[in-house]
C-alpha cells in the first residue's frame, strides 16, 4: 500500500512575518533528509497557519534500498606481515565493518593490491527512519528564537503539541516534555482538539474545526470575500501582495469585513491615512472607481461571523483613535517652519561617534553640489538641489514621523510643499531614501537622485572612518544597503564618475568648508572602494553576470562604477565568442609577462631603435593605433580593440625573447608589455577569467 506521512508541529502563535519561510524550510529539510535517507515519495505538500506547520508526504517507499559495497581497506603490505598473518590493522579493519578476516579479499588498485570486505546493508524500514524528523525539526532556525520553561532548547515559539503520523500508526519521538500523538488541535476559539484516524483525513478534520490549512487556499477565500465587498460596495481595494501575505498568516479562519471613519479625516494626507490603517492595523483601504481615498477600510477577522458587528465596531474605534493622533500633530506639525524644524537638528545625534544630523546635512550640501556640477545640472537644478540639501531631514523631528517612523521623507515632502518650497524640492526630500531595500523602487529626478547618492555616501564615509564597517552579517546601519543604492542609482542615470578621486575629492571639500567631521576619511578611501566594489559585484551577478568576470572587472585599475557594470556586460556578451578562449590567454599572458618589469606611467616610453624583428614593430604599431583615445571609448569598444591585438601578440612571444640579457633591450620589450596590461587593467582583471575550451 501506499505510504502517507503526516508531521505536524503545533505553536504558540508565530510572528505573520516568520510563517511562510518557516513552513518553506521545514519542506526543504524535510525533502533533504528524506533523499540523504534513501527514502523515495511522491510528493511534500505544506500546511501553515499562526498555529501549525504541517508536511503531508505521500507514497514514501516501505524501506530503503539495500546496498551492496565494497569497503576498501589498508594496503595488503600493511595488513598481512611477512608470514602472512593477519595484522593488527587487517583485523580492525574488518571488526570496524561488521566482518572477520575471513571476509576479506584482495583487489589490485592502480598497480598496488589492497584489502576489500563486501558489505551487504539492509535497508531500514520507512517507520524507522522517519523517527529522525524529530531531528529536522530542531535544526530549524529563525529569526528570532526564544526558550521556554527551564530548558536550554530555543525555538521560534514554544511547541505545543506534535503529531507524526504514517498512515494510521504514529511515529514515535519527543521533543522537550511533548510527545508525538495524533491528536491536532483546532481554532482557538471556534474549534476543539481532534484524533485523527490516519494521516489522510488531517486537512478534513482541520476544516471541521474552523482551521483553513492550506495557505494557499485561506488566501484565496481572503481574496475572494474582499472582492465581494467590494463589488458589493463599487469600490476599489488594493490588494497589496505583502499585506495579504501577512493577514493570510495571522488568521486560521478568515472572515473579511468592511468598516469606517469619519471623512474629516480625509483631510488628513492619504499616505497618513495608508499607513495607518495598512502598517498599523493591517487594514486595506479602500478608494473609488476613480482612485480617490474613501472613509473605509477592510479588514480580516480570524474566525467566522458570530458577532461580527461588535468585531467591527472596535477595529473602527482602534483606527479612530490613532487617526485622532495623526490629525492632531498634523495641525500641530504646520504651527512650525522649515527653519523651526533644521534648528532641532543641531541637537539631533546622527550618531554618538560622528556628528549631529545637522552637522550632517552640512557635509552632505558640499558632496551634493559636487555631484550637482559633476552630472552637469542647469543652474536652476542647482538652486533647488541645495535648497534641497539644506532642509532635507527637517521632518524627522516633526510630530507625525515621530508617532509614524515610516513616514520620514513623505511627510516632509508633503511639509515642504505647504511651506511654499517648489516641487523639486519637495520630491528630493521624498526620494533621497530611495531605494529603501535592496530591490526598491530608484529616485527618477536628478535632484532626488543626487541627493540620495549624497547622503548615502556620506553615512559610509562617516561610519567607516568611526571604525563600525560591516563584518560577515553584521550590518546595524545597513551600509551595504546604502551602497547597493548607489550602485543601482548610477547605474539607473548612467553617471560617469570615479570612485577613488570622487571619495578623495568629497573629503578635501568637506575640509575646505570646515564641515568634515573630526574622523580619518582619508584612510578608509581604500576600504570604502572594495566594500562598493562588493556591491557591483552583486549588482552584476542579479544581471546574471559570471562570477569570475564580475570579480575582474571590479579588480581592475578603473574604479568608475558605470564602465565596470558596462566591462561585465561586454565579457560576458563575448564570453561565447569562438576565440574568445585564445583572446583572453593572448591578454593574460602579457599580464603576467608585464609584471616582472615595474615601470611608472611616465615611464613607458618605448624605443623603435632597439627593436631586432618585424613582430616588435608590427605590435608597436598596433598598440598605438589602439591605445590612441583607448580611455574615452565605451568597454565593448575597448575590448573589440583588445582583442584585434591578439594575432600580433601571438607572433611577437613566437618570435621575441621577452627577458633578454641585454637589459635595454629586456627593458624595451617589458614597457610595450606593460603599456598593453595597463590597457588591460583599464577594462578588468582579465588574469582572473576562467576560461574553458
Known amino acids: 500500500m501506499a505510504n502517507n506521512f503526516l508531521l505536524e508541529i503545533g505553536l504558540e502563535e508565530i510572528p505573520a512575518h516568520v510563517v511562510t519561510p518557516s513552513i518553506n524550510q521545514l519542506k526543504k529539510r524535510a525533502t533533504d533528509f528524506l533523499k540523504a535517507q534513501r527514502i523515495t515519495f511522491a510528493n511534500i505538500k505544506t500546511f501553515s497557519t499562526p498555529r501549525r506547520l504541517a508536511l503531508y508526504i505521500t507514497e514514501l517507499a516501505d524501506k530503503q534500498p539495500d546496498i551492496d559495497k565494497s569497503v576498501k581497506g589498508p594496503a595488503k ?79 521560534v515559539r514554544p511547541i505545543k503539541w506534535l503529531v507524526a503520523l504514517l498512515n494510521d500508526q504514529v511515529v514515535p519521538f519527543k521533543i522537550l516534555d511533548v510527545t508525538t500523538d495524533r491528536i491536532t488541535s483546532g481554532h482557538r476559539f471556534f474549534g476543539k482538539d481532534v484524533e485523527l484516524a490516519n494521516a489522510d483525513e488531517y486537512e478534513e478534520k482541520l476544516t471541521e474545526q474552523f482551521v483553513v490549512a492550506d495557505a494557499d487556499k485561506r488566501k484565496e477565500m481572503i481574496t475572494k470575500q474582499i472582492q465581494k465587498i467590494a463589488q458589493d460596495n463599487n469600490w476599489k481595494i488594493n490588494l497589496d501582495p505583502d499585506l495579504l501575505e501577512e493577514v493570510n498568516n495571522l488568521v486560521e479562519w478568515p472572515t473579511a469585513f468592511a468598516g469606517k471613519f469619519d471623512d474629516k479625516y480625509l483631510k488628513i494626507p492619504d499616505e497618513v491615512l495608508i499607513t495607518s490603517m495598512k502598517d498599523h ?20 477577522r480570524n474566525g467566522n461571523d458570530y458577532d461580527l458587528q461588535n468585531v467591527v465596531q472596535g477595529n473602527e474605534k482602534v483606527l479612530t483613535a490613532r487617526l485622532e493622533d495623526a490629525m492632531f500633530f498634523y495641525q500641530e506639525d504646520q504651527k512650525k517652519s522649515i527653519a523651526d524644524y533644521v534648528e532641532r537638528l543641531k541637537k539631533v545625534s546622527f550618531h554618538d561617534k560622528i556628528s549631529t544630523m545637522y552637522d550632517k546635512m552640512q557635509r552632505v550640501q558640499v558632496i551634493s553640489h559636487y555631484f550637482g556640477q559633476l552630472f552637469s545640472l542647469s543652474d536652476d537644478q542647482l538652486k533647488d538641489l541645495k535648497r534641497a540639501a539644506e532642509i532635507y531631514k527637517f521632518d524627522l523631528v516633526t510630530g507625525m514621523v515621530g508617532e509614524f517612523a515610516e513616514l520620514q521623507g513623505v511627510m516632509g515632502e508633503k511639509y515642504a510643499l505647504l511651506n511654499g518650497e517648489s516641487e523639486a524640492v519637495a520630491k528630493a526630500i521624498s526620494e533621497h531614501y530611495m531605494p529603501i531595500s535592496a530591490n526598491g523602487d530608484l529616485p527618477q529626478s536628478d535632484i532626488g537622485s543626487i541627493l540620495s547618492i549624497a547622503d548615502k555616501l556620506d553615512s559610509i564615509l562617516t561610519f567607516f572612518a568611526a571604525g563600525m564597517i560591516p563584518s560577515g552579517s553584521n550590518d546595524p546601519y545597513a551600509l551595504r544597503r546604502q551602497a547597493t543604492g548607489i550602485v543601482r542609482i548610477v547605474s539607473n542615470k548612467n ?44 549588482f552584476l551577478d542579479d544581471l546574471g553576470i559570471r562570477y569570475d568576470i564580475s570579480d575582474a572587472v571590479t579588480s581592475g585599475s578603473h574604479t568608475n562604477i558605470v564602465f565596470n557594470i558596462a566591462s561585465g556586460k561586454a565579457l560576458q ?43 616588435e614593430k608590427s605590435l608597436h604599431d598596433a598598440v598605438a593605433k589602439a591605445a590612441d583615445g583607448y580611455t574615452d571609448l565605451t568597454a565593448e569598444a575597448d575590448f573589440k580593440r583588445l582583442a584585434g591585438l591578439k594575432d600580433e601578440i601571438n607572433t611577437y612571444f613566437d618570435a621575441t625573447m621577452i627577458m633578454a640579457k641585454d637589459e635595454k633591450l629586456r627593458n624595451n620589450r617589458l614597457r610595450q608589455l606593460t603599456m598593453i596590461a595597463n590597457m588591460i587593467m583599464f577594462l578588468g582583471d582579465l588574469d582572473k577569467l576562467v576560461v574553458k575550451g
Open 573 to 615: 556578451n563575448h564570453s561565447d565568442d569562438r576565440d574568445f578562449k585564445e583572446v583572453i590567454e593572448s591578454l593574460t599572458r602579457v599580464q603576467r609577462i608585464a609584471k616582472k618589469g615595474s615601470f611608472g606611467s611616465d615611464d613607458l616610453t618605448v624605443d623603435p631603435s632597439l627593436f631586432e624583428n618585424d613582430s
Open 281 to 300: 492595523q493591517r487594514f486595506f483601504y479602500v478608494t473609488n472607481q476613480e482612485g480617490k481615498l474613501l472613509p473605509h477600510f477592510v479588514s480580516v
Open 495 to 538: 553617471w560617469k564618475f570615479d570612485l577613488t578621486s570622487t571619495l578623495n575629492k568629497v573629503i578635501e571639500l568637506q575640509k575646505q568648508q570646515n564641515v568634515a567631521p573630526d574622523l580619518d576619511m582619508s584612510g578608509r578611501v581604500s576600504a570604502i572602494d572594495d566594500f562598493i566594489k562588493d556591491r557591483i559585484k552583486q
Open 77 to 155: 603490505k600493511i595488513a598481512q606481515d611477512a608470514d602472512g598473518n593477519w595484522t593488527k590493522a587487517a583485523i580492525g579493519f574488518s571488526r570496524g565493518q561488521g566482518a572477520t578476516t575471513d571476509d576479506i579479499t584482495f583487489k589490485d588498485v592502480k598497480g598496488t593490491q589492497y584489502v576489500f570486505v563486501e558489505k551487504h546493508i539492509a535497508g531500514k524500514p520507512v517507520d524507522e527512519i522517519l523517527t529522525g524528523m524529530k531531528d529536522v525539526i530542531t535544526a530549524m532556525t529563525f529569526p528570532t528564537m526564544m526558550k521556554w520553561g527551564n530548558y536550554s532548547f530555543e525555538y
